[in-house]
């Protein structure tokens, strides 16, 4: 067993030097997506001209909400993951996976953890900066319970986004390109993930579907936890919620790989 977790530590630290060689890429498009954080200002801003609160919450607090999801996407966000696994499938890379005793999905995990603790660490850089002129619009629960339960929470939606960007990779099994894929699952999460705007603004009847897609747990169901937009109730019956949406994708993987090593070694020999 142990034998087993040093492959995948060691596959952790190949790719965490790999991020740091990269490291400047990780902390350009942090500075960058500081822009979102005045597109926020102006946007929202503009919408709060005209009411003190909405959808229950004030300026201040939706500033907080966006200023999370920007951190939490570093940390937690799957960025280019299904691309590269689908270049290994079509060069012809994953083969050297076959050969091996190396299990293929935690393989790639690996690799996006040690990305994801780059970016994350990175991405903290720019916001030291803006923190001194953010900080009195930043205003957070102080209930310990979100602190507590946003950890499995965010370790969750980490597996969640990695196993969807995981299968639309995999997809290179049977189409040799993927882009229209990706293209269009980025647009819905960036929606149903509360990217563009903090799901609880939909129509409740929307609301209460999009809780059971696992959009509402890429992004949104964490974030909502650390400032406050949902309840204790709501968070235990969203963890239970996560956890079978994890569930399912994890068990969609392991069938498109089996599905696909069919394919891929009718077509290799």
Not at 21 to 30: E, H, I, T
Not at 248 to 257: E, F, N, T, V
């Amino acid at each position: 067993m142990l034998a087993g977790v040093n492959k995948y530590r060691h596959a952790f630290l190949v790719g965490l030097q790999s991020s740091l060689v990269y490291r400047w890429n990780f902390a350009v498009r942090g500075f960058f997506s500081l822009f979102q954080l005045v597109l926020v200002f102006i946007l929202w801003g503009a919408a709060y001209a005209g009411s003190a609160r909405i959808g229950g919450f004030d300026f201040s607090q939706t500033v907080t909400y966006f200023t999370t999801i920007l951190v939490l996407n570093f940390f937690v966000g799957a960025f280019n993951e299904d691309y590269q696994i689908s270049e290994e499938i079509r060069n012809g890379l994953i083969n050297q996976f076959l050969l091996k005793p190396i299990n293929y999905f935690l393989y790639r995990l690996s690799i996006f953890s040690s990305a994801r603790v780059v970016s994350g660490a990175l991405v903290l850089l720019p916001l030291a900066l803006v923190l001194p002129l953010l900080h009195h619009h930043l205003v957070w629960p102080h209930e310990a319970w979100r602190f507590v339960l946003a950890v499995p929470a965010l370790l969750l939606s980490a597996l969640v986004q990695f196993t969807i960007a995981y299968c639309f990779g995999l997809l290179t099994f049977w189409f040799l390109e993927i882009q229209g894929f990706v293209i269009l699952s980025m647009a819905v999460e960036s929606v149903l993930g509360g990217q563009i705007f903090p799901l609880d603004l939909m129509p409740a009847g929307l609301f209460h579907v999009a809780q059971y897609l696992p959009f509402y747990y890429q992004m949104y169901f964490p974030a909502a936890i650390l400032t406050g937009r949902i309840g204790l109730v709501a968070t235990e019956r969203g963890l239970g919620l996560e956890l079978a949406w994890a569930a399912i994708l994890l068990g969609l993987a392991q069938l498109l790989w089996t599905r696909g090593l069919r394919r891929h070694t009718a077509v290799g020999g």
